[in-house]
């Protein structure tokens, strides 16, 4: 009898444990939202450096529209390819845990979708957050067709910081005069390098070294004392950028796992290369940077130069 009442007892916090788990994810699903997107990949007319080109985008916004989504929460992005390429659109960094038909790398998980055509991206953000990305996968077209994916932590759980003050995306990309896609089939037809860009932007914008530029400059507000996240992001076709703020140290926070370090610039690389050493911190292609207003002039100058061996090594 007692043997019995205790194998009952063992079904019972079975049964118990049962419930308590489907309580548990029904309450997580519960927060968990659903969010739906429309993006339109058409030529846009886009005036950089004095000209102004027939530019690929998406919803005729460069950068494209930044996501924005909790931890847990899934994405369906309609693509309607209103443009005269293929195009697919991938989500850089996300982990597809089943849903890999979604990842967008053009001929590896999908056909591309043809002019014309519409694709449904349909995926769950599960166990991540932090700064990542979207971009075109296919041929150049992600010279122009990008931008920023945020992924926050999921409702009522907090960063592994004090909540900054204010959050800025920071997307760096390069600009072509040229249409890219014509720059990428040059080099494929005579066998050379492509065409290196002809100006490195800041959110779409070439800093204010460049011809045309100055009034476009991007400016991030930030008061004494108060501490800001700068999402930074390498849309580089294939540069290696640093990031600094002049004369200021930040904080870098790239996952909860590793600590936060203090650094006065780092390098971002366009594809990871993890096997490659250097003297100076290399990110993976995104990183948060918390940064603290303290000694700032009120309107710092913002440029985008060039990575240069001899100078930084
Ligand atoms: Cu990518």
Redesign the pocket.
């Known amino acids: 009898m007692k043997a019995f009442s205790s194998i009952a007892n063992s079904h019972c916090s079975f049964l118990l444990l049962g419930l308590l788990l489907l309580f548990a994810s029904s309450l997580s699903l519960a927060n968990a939202e659903t969010h739906f997107h429309d993006f339109v990949v058409q030529a846009t007319p886009v005036k950089r450096l004095c000209k102004t080109h027939s530019t690929i985008t998406v919803n005729g916004q460069f950068p494209g529209p930044t996501l924005e989504v909790n931890n847990g929460d899934t994405l369906v992005v309609k693509v309607t390819n209103k443009a005269r390429y293929n195009v697919t659109i991938?989500w850089?960094?996300i982990r597809q845990m089943r849903t890999g038909w979604a990842d967008g790398p053009e001929f590896v998980t999908q056909c591309p979708i043809r002019p014309g055509g519409t694709y449904t991206y349909r995926f769950t953000i599960q166990n991540q957050e932090g700064t990542l990305?979207w971009?075109a996968?296919s041929s150049w077209l992600?010279a122009t067709v990008y931008g920023a994916l945020i992924i926050y932590p999921k409702p009522g759980s907090s960063y592994p910081f004090t909540k900054p003050k204010r959050e800025t995306p920071i997307l760096l990309g390069e600009w072509w005069d040229a249409n890219p896609m014509d720059v990428v089939m040059q080099a494929t037809r005579t066998g050379a390098a492509p065409n290196v860009s002809d100006a490195y932007t800041i959110n779409g914008q070439p800093g204010d070294l460049y011809n045309c530029s100055s009034k476009d400059t991007v400016t991030v507000p930030i008061d004494s004392g108060e501490t800001n996240l700068l999402r930074v992001i390498n849309s580089a076709l294939n540069q290696e950028l640093f990031f600094t703020v002049a004369n200021h140290p930040f904080t870098c926070r790239s996952s909860r796992r590793l600590l936060p370090q203090t650094l006065h610039h780092f390098s971002h690389h366009a594809r990871p290369r993890p096997n490659h050493r250097r003297p100076y911190l290399r990110q993976p292609?995104t990183s948060s940077i918390l940064l603290s207003g303290t000694c700032l002039p009120k309107r710092p100058r913002c440029t985008i130069r060039q990575y240069n061996n001899n100078s930084h090594s």
């Open positions: 991938h850089h960094g990305w971009h996968h992600r292609t």
